[in-house]
C-alpha cells in the first residue's frame, strides 16, 4: 500500500470552531489532493497541490485552506466549521504527469454539530 | 461541476453477468481513470486509458474511451461478489494535473 496516512481518522466538532486534518505520505509524490465524499455527490474536490506551498482551489474550496510546507505533509483547514462541512474527507497522492494513478488516504469522517 | 458524470447511478445484477458501466465528460482530458471504492474505504486505482487510446484491458477488466463522444465505459466480466463495489470515473486534465470524480456507480452483485 501507498504511504499515506490521514490524521484524525474520526473528529467531532462544534459549529464555529477551526478544525485541520492532516495527510502525510511518505512516497515523495509531488501532487496532493483533498476531497469531501457526500451521499449524491461522489468525490469533490476541495483543494490541490502541485508542490511545495504550491495550491489551487477545487470544486468546492470556499470556507476551506490548505497548506503545504514540506512534500510530505498537505494540510486541510476548516476556518470556522459549519454543520455542511459534515463529510467524509479523503487525501490523494500522485506522481503527476504520466505516471497519474492517485493513492487514497482511508478517510477522515469529520462531523459538526 | 464535476466533469464526470456516470450512468447508471445504481446496477444490480446476478454473479457471473457482466456489468457496464459509463462516464461522460465535458472537457478535454489528459486521461481517464477508474477507480472502485469499497464500502467506508479508500478509492483503489483500476485502471488510467490515456487519451490517444481506444480500448484498454486488464484482467475481467475492459475499458474503453470516445474522446469524439467525451464518454468512457468500464466493463467487468463475469462478475463475483467480490466486485459489489461503488466504481468511479476520474477526468485528468493534463495541465493542471487536477483529478475530478464523477458521483459514481453502486454495483451490487447478487449471489
Known amino acids: 500500500d501507498a ?3 490521514q490524521s484524525p481518522r474520526h473528529k467531532v466538532t462544534e459549529t464555529g470552531t477551526p478544525v485541520t486534518l492532516r495527510c502525510h ?3 515523495n509524490h509531488r501532487y496532493m489532493y483533498w476531497y469531501r465524499q457526500d451521499p449524491g455527490h461522489g468525490l469533490r474536490l476541495i483543494h490541490y497541490s502541485y508542490g511545495v506551498k504550491d495550491t489551487d482551489k477545487g470544486e468546492v474550496s470556499d470556507g476551506y485552506s490548505v497548506s503545504r510546507s514540506k512534500t510530505e505533509d498537505f494540510l486541510l483547514t476548516l476556518e470556522s466549521a459549519t454543520s455542511s462541512q459534515t463529510s467524509v474527507y479523503f487525501c ?3 506522481q503527476g504527469r504520466d505516471n ?3 493513492f487514497f488516504g482511508q478517510g477522515t469522517r469529520l462531523t459538526v454539530v | 461541476s464535476q466533469q464526470g458524470e456516470e450512468d447508471p447511478q445504481a446496477l444490480s445484477i446476478q454473479e457471473g453477468e457482466n456489468a457496464t458501466m459509463n462516464c461522460s465528460y465535458k472537457t478535454s482530458i489528459n486521461n481517464l ?6 464500502s467506508g474505504r479508500g478509492l483503489v486505482h483500476l485502471i488510467l486509458i490515456r487519451s490517444n487510446e481506444r480500448e484498454k484491458h486488464s484482467g475481467r477488466l475492459r475499458v474503453t474511451l470516445d474522446t469524439s463522444k467525451k464518454s468512457s465505459s468500464l466493463l467487468i466480466t463475469a462478475s463475483r ?8 470515473c476520474a477526468i485528468h486534465d493534463g495541465g493542471a494535473q487536477k ?3 464523477g458521483q459514481g456507480t453502486r454495483l451490487t452483485i447478487n449471489p
Open chain 1, 92 to 94: 490523494a497522492i500522485s
Open chain 2, 99 to 101: 483529478l475530478v470524480f
Open chain 2, 33 to 38: 481513470q477508474w477507480y472502485r471504492q469499497n
Open chain 1, 3 to 5: 504511504g499515506i496516512t
Open chain 2, 81 to 88: 461478489a467480490a466486485d459489489t463495489a461503488s466504481y468511479f
Open chain 1, 100 to 102: 497519474a494513478e492517485a
Open chain 1, 25 to 27: 505520505q511518505t512516497e
